[in-house]
């Protein structure tokens, strides 16, 4: 196969009066500017409908690279990784609403030209993902959601940002210098050296300077919202699968009832060994199970 084509681009635009209603009414006006969203495509060699993935809070496009890579290659479809707002490359907002975040994602996919795409959302990403499908579904042919459920969630979120507010970097170090000194920091807060790697993406260099690119005062002012999820009264009735961690909470017996309220064509299923990052703790079962998924009917 040949070299695949990743293109990235940043995205702010307006889609006015084609708005939802729920967004229409919120902003007040007749046009709302969403934030604007980065983003990676990696085109693949065959017309059938794209991919889209949502990573989760702290996390940024890149979580997805090798992932979508695969993706493309086993399917040869188009796959678009996005940084929600707030995150990564995206612009900042003081919102965090699962409403305005799937705004986001509506105005990038019409940008994109996207008339359909399969949405695959992790954790945050996931309730994105869902409140999306929820609020235009003829827009998403299927939907994935990986760990996690349209519920009120309980997490050790709100511990990353005490920690991420207590590192304080030296300037002018080196990446990997500064990386190690900030990991020291964050010991006493997170015991988890994988948890703590991944906050440390996080981490990026700016005039001489070190700080976290994620907007940590809107996540924590948000922190509520975001651990929440929408009311929802009509349902999304195409193939969804729910993909969870068999070590993991956020998918358990006690959410089965809400989730086929809101998805009655849903399937949900386990990787066994895995906890909350299942795609990152094993990315060869993760792409196995979301291929097999794409080629039901």
């Known amino acids: 196969m040949g070299a695949l084509l990743l293109r990235s681009g940043r995205w702010a635009g307006l889609l006015g009066d084609r708005l939802p209603a729920p967004f229409r009414w919120a902003s007040g006006a007749s046009s709302v500017r969403p934030v604007d969203l980065a983003y990676d495509v990696m085109d693949g060699r065959n017309t059938e409908t794209p991919l889209v993935f949502l990573h989760g809070l702290f996390g940024s496009k890149s979580n997805f690279y090798s992932i979508a890579k695969g993706v493309v290659q086993r399917t040869g479809r188009k796959v678009v990784t996005v940084d929600n707002r707030?995150?990564?490359?995206?612009?900042?907002?003081?919102?965090?609403?699962?409403?305005?975040?799937?705004?986001?994602?509506?105005?990038?996919?019409?940008m994109l030209q996207l008339s359909e795409c399969i949405l695959i959302g992790h954790s945050m990403g996931g309730k994105i993902a869902m409140t999306t499908a929820l609020l235009r579904p003829q827009l998403i042919e299927k939907l994935v959601v990986v760990d996690i459920s349209p519920i009120q969630t309980t997490t050790s979120f709100p511990n990353y940002i005490t920690a991420m507010r207590a590192?304080?970097?030296?300037?002018?170090?080196?990446?990997?210098?500064?990386?190690?000194?900030?990991?020291?920091?964050?010991?006493?807060?997170?015991?988890?050296?994988?948890?703590r790697q991944f906050i440390l993406t996080n981490l990026v260099e700016r005039d001489g300077r070190y700080t976290w690119r994620v907007n940590l005062e809107a996540i924590a002012n948000n922190m509520d919202y975001l651990m929440s999820f929408p009311e929802f009264n009509t349902p999304y009735t195409a193939p969804t699968f729910f993909l969870g961690g068999a070590n993991s909470p956020y998918i358990s017996s006690k959410n089965y009832p809400e989730i086929k309220r809101l998805f009655p064509n849903s399937i949900i299923q386990h990787v066994p060994g895995t906890g909350h990052w299942v795609h990152a703790e094993k990315p060869h079962d993760f792409i196995n199970a979301i291929c097999a998924f794409l080629e039901t009917s």
């Open 86 to 110: 707030n995150h990564g490359d995206s612009g900042h907002s003081p919102v965090m609403t699962y409403e305005a975040m799937s705004f986001d994602l509506l105005n990038l996919l019409d």
């Open 167 to 195: 590192v304080t970097v030296d300037d002018d170090l080196s990446r990997s210098t500064a990386r190690n000194q900030a990991e020291r920091q964050l010991q006493p807060y997170i015991e988890d050296f994988r948890t």
